[in-house]
Structure formats: C-alpha cells, structure tokens
C-alpha cells in the first residue's frame, strides 16, 4: 500500500503543478483534473492503510479526512459554474498535498531543524496565498454580482443597481 500511495502523491503534485500552469480551456484540462482528483483521493484514502509507520492515527490522517471534503466541495463548485471558488479549492488541496508531503518526509528521514520546516511551510503558504489573490478577488466580485442580482428591494425602490455599486 506504501507504494501505491507515493505513486499516487507523486503523480497528484506534478498534475497539480502542469494544472496551476495551464489554461483552462478544452477537454484536455478537465481530462487532467479528474485524473488529478483520482489521485488525490488515492493518496487520502491509501493513508488510511499505512497506520504501520506512522504509530497508529496522526494529524495526517486527519489531512486526508481533510483533502477529502475539499475534493468533494471543488467538484461541487466547478459543476455549479463556481469555477473560481473551484480553482481556490484546487490549489489549497495541492498545496495541502505539499505540505503534507514535507511534514511526513520529516517524520520519516528527513533531517532538518523544526525552524527549517516552519520557516519553508511558511513561505509556501505566503506565496500560494499571494498567487492566488486573484481568486479571492474574483470569489468576492462573483459573490456581490449574485448578491445584486437577488436584491428585490433595491429593484422595488427603482434603483435597478442593487445594494452594492460596483
């Protein structure tokens, strides 16, 4: 089983990262994506299986508990036409995935002082979160259009705009 979940985690971070870089236009994106979603789910449940070396359940089981809700919850949202709210749940899972990654590599080998770890999980956070700010702006612009869009008393009072003035 320990096999199948470093295949699996290894082809979910170079899909994740080919996904991050791409356009997303076509079959072939959402081609990669379910694969990248069948990987994903492969690591978090083949976690599970692997109780052996880690001493029993860990935090990291409950990361897979947590990567599974966030694939259910990305795939609702890109079939609901959500499709930045989907990308955000997408990225922070690879991310996840990552930092998953390193933290398990440190239980098992990798040598390196806590203040490396904290520091290097650090920085990765700060640059996902700085790159994907696009997102969060676009979430928030989608959120007060639909906001507009059901705001019977400002449509009652004759404005035609809604509550927010964009």
């Known amino acids: 089983m320990e096999q199948v979940h470093v295949i699996a985690a290894v082809a979910a971070v170079i899909i994740g990262a080919l996904q991050a870089e791409r356009r997303k236009q076509g079959a072939g994106p959402r081609w990669l994506g379910r694969c990248w979603v069948v990987a994903m789910a492969t690591v978090a449940a083949s976690s599970f299986f692997l ?56 239980r098992h080998g990798l040598d390196v002082p806590v203040a490396v770890h904290a520091v290097v999980i650090g920085v990765f956070w700060v640059a996902l979160t700085h790159a994907t700010m696009p997102l969060h702006r676009r979430i928030r612009l989608d959120r007060r259009r639909a906001r507009n869009r059901v705001a019977p008393h400002a449509i009652a009072q004759g404005s035609g705009r809604g509550i927010f003035h964009e």
């Open 51 to 106: 109780q052996s070396l880690t001493g029993g359940v860990s935090f990291l089981h409950g990361l897979s508990v947590y990567v599974l809700v966030m694939l259910v919850l990305a795939v609702l949202r890109a079939r609901q036409g959500q499709y930045a709210a989907h990308g955000l749940f997408m990225i922070n899972t690879w991310g996840g995935l990552l930092t998953a990654g390193w933290l398990a590599a440190s």
